[in-house]
């Protein structure tokens, strides 16, 4: 399938990318359904998900609205390919064990809400109302992947060398969520949008509480691993489309 | 998870100004603070809540089912404990 073009106002193709960063970890968050430790906490992970799903249909809906075109929130979520998808890599990573999924969601949420407090001063109303409820639905991801990170990294042997490994592996993600491109600078300038690398200070101090209080060490920062935000995905992102695109191409239309 | 890692708590709910709390059910969690995270994810998705309370069921002290002949049974026949045997005036309205 050819690559869709992507919004031409650059507004639109803002948006489009937080949504991908939502939807697919939406997605991520959901495959733990039935799978969770305990019934409270695959309970509390069907709500994360659906968190981030509800983000993604705000932010896809504003976006169509600005490019006023003629895609909808289901074009954009389930008739892409691959290379169209322009969210970081760290959220399509497999869940992994309960620690990996963690360890990337404290990594995801600390840098989303600043960006999404941020996002609340848009100069477009309706951007700025989807900013300040995301923000707080995302406080509450933050708080509840902190106080596990923080129970497993101060809990026994085994938690803490989990959720250790599980923070070695993910960190080399972190970096690409603060590197600003063209998009990130355009949309900052016209006060429509946020530059990511504006955020690294708050997500550090977030990150290094949480570390702190769970006898957790902050992995030395390398080079990582980038390309998600323009379109190069790891292996992991096909496998995630093809489970979430497969009823909208075996029943283009189907409704329910 | 072993109850012991992970002990049984009570969930109690206050839906709105004025109400008390009410109990709406149980959950297990590590400790207090991720036992009102779990109140707050497992009863409060529907919206309209003030404010949880959550305690260790080992803190609740209960009657025994056994004992409820006892401790219950007798008010059964006292009907004059209920206040039904009073002429309320109509100008009192509703009560």
């Known amino acids: ?256 | 998870m072993t109850e012991a890692a992970s002990p049984l708590w009570e969930v109690f709910i206050r839906p709105r100004n004025g109400l008390a709390h009410r109990h709406v059910g149980s959950l297990h969690a590590h400790d207090a603070k991720m036992a009102l995270q779990a109140a707050r994810d497992v009863y409060t998705r529907r919206g309209e809540t003030l404010s949880i309370w959550v305690v260790p069921s080992s803190a609740i002290v209960a009657s025994d089912p056994s004992e409820k002949d006892m401790m219950f049974e007798p008010t059964a026949s006292k009907i004059y404990r209920h206040p039904t045997f009073y002429e309320v005036p109509d100008e009192v309205g509703h009560m």
């Open chain 1, 1 to 256: 399938m050819a690559a869709m073009q992507t919004f031409s106002d650059p507004r639109a193709a803002w948006l489009e990318r937080l949504g991908d960063a939502t939807l697919v970890l939406g997605h991520r968050m959901s495959e733990w359904l039935s799978r969770a430790p305990t019934l409270e906490e695959d309970i509390a992970m069907a709500n994360l998900s659906l968190d981030l799903i509800g983000q993604t249909r705000a932010f896809y809906t504003r976006a169509c609205e600005i490019d006023s075109g003629e895609r909808d929130e289901t074009t954009l979520g389930y008739r892409r390919a691959e290379p169209d998808y322009r969210n970081p890599l760290i959220v399509e990573q497999p869940n992994g064990n309960f620690a990996d999924t963690m360890a990337r969601h404290l990594i995801f949420s600390a840098y989303v809400v600043p960006l999404y407090e941020r996002l609340a001063g848009s100069n477009d109303a309706e951007t700025a109302g989807i900013g300040a409820r995301s923000a707080r639905e995302m406080a509450y991801h933050l708080r509840h992947a902190g106080e596990w990170m923080i129970r497993l990294g101060d809990g026994t042997a085994e938690s803490h060398e989990k959720a250790q490994t599980a923070l070695d592996d993910l960190w080399p993600y972190a970096p690409e969520l603060f590197e600003a491109d063209d998009l990130d600078r355009d949309v900052t300038a016209s006060g429509f949008g946020v530059d990511p690398s504006s955020l690294r200070d708050e997500f550090d101090a977030a990150v290094d509480d949480v570390l702190s209080r769970a006898t957790l060490k902050k992995p030395a920062e390398r080079r990582g691993q980038r390309g998600g935000k323009s379109g190069r995905h790891s292996e992991h992102l096909g496998h995630i489309l093809a489970t979430m695109q497969f009823l909208q191409r075996a029943y283009p239309e189907a409704r329910w």
